[in-house]
């Protein structure tokens, strides 16, 4: 599995609500199913992804998926376009797990750069959500200039907090991710800017999943 990006904050987007339970899944920890998620790109919206610069790849042990982007930037200051202080990116996911299993975001890694002048600042933020669930709200992850470095930051989830995909219905699965940067107080003309890319234009955010047995498998 390739190194990723990290993303503070993410997991929490799925401590929206409990399922109704009968949709439960069993409890107790399972070991990734044998058979291969698959996950496909639904619709990707948003200033921080424009077509053709994400990408979601699946480990190999089915424990994580890392989804990628090459054109993700928001800066202020200078001559940044006055739109380009926030960039987001909505994924919709499709995604297919092994008969008899379901999943869970159990935390997510993040990592980007940021080049912040002295009185300007950054943040991330994340949250996540099942189709047909009411979307969590946003966590925010800050950062003060001056600051000239890659950033990064893990959120996790405890067990008992898990928002499960229900067993036996497909729905879509749904990230919202946005940078944004204020130029503040800093000098008239300095720049200022947060990624969630790399000079080489490639930039993974990892999610790791949890796995249950659904009920009567």
């Not at 990116?89 to 797990?97: G, P």
């Not at 080049?115 to 003060?144: D, E, I, K, M, V």
């Not at 036996?168 to 969630?196: H, W």
Request: hydrophobic share 35%.
């Amino acid at each position: 599995m390739t190194g990723g990006l990290l993303l503070s904050g993410a997991v929490a987007a799925l401590l929206a609500t409990a399922l109704p339970a009968a949709q439960h899944p069993s409890s107790g920890f399972t070991d990734p199913p044998p058979d291969k998620i698959v996950i496909k790109v639904a619709t990707v919206n948003g200033s921080g992804c424009p077509q053709g610069t994400t990408a979601v790849a699946v480990s190999e042990d089915n424990t994580a998926f890392t989804v990628t982007y090459s054109d993700y930037l928001a800066q202020a200051g200078g001559n940044s376009d006055p739109t380009a202080f926030r960039k987001n990116c909505q994924l919709n996911l499709v995604v297919h797990v092994p008969q008899g299993f379901t999943y869970a975001v159990a935390s997510a890694d993040y990592r980007g750069f940021a080049a912040l002048q002295q009185g300007a600042s950054g943040a991330q933020r994340a949250s996540y959500y099942f189709q047909g669930s009411p979307a969590t709200a946003y966590r925010n992850h800050p950062l003060s200039g001056p600051y000239n470095d890659n950033w990064q930051a893990t959120d996790t989830t405890d067990w008992a907090q898990l928002v499960w995909a229900p067993c036996g219905v497909q729905r879509n699965f749904n990230i919202n991710t946005e940078l944004r940067v204020s130029a503040g107080t800093s000098a008239p003309g300095k720049v200022s800017f947060m990624t969630m890319d790399s000079t080489d234009g490639d930039i993974s955010t990892v999610y790791h999943l949890a796995w249950k047995e659904c009920p009567g498998r």
